[in-house]
């Protein structure tokens, strides 16, 4: 699992499913649903039927990486 970089945060769009919200947090797949399911996940999960999603800005917050110009 390839870590990622701020840059790469920066480049997602505004929301993203559960594996890449995941792999920035450092958290494997099988935890990762077994967080989600129990409502546990770090983030804020949006469900649609059986699909995870995450918003991006939620996620940047909590990793502590801003979403303003002046970081890079």
Known sequence: MKSMTFRDLQDL??????????????????????LARDGEFPVRIIRIGDLYRVCTADLMKVLGAETGDRAS
Do not use: F, N, V
């Not at 958290?27 to 649903?33: C, E, L, P, V």
């Open 13 to 34: 769009p505004p929301t993203i499913d559960l594996m890449t919200a995941a792999r920035a947090l450092g958290i494997g797949r099988s935890k990762a649903y077994q």
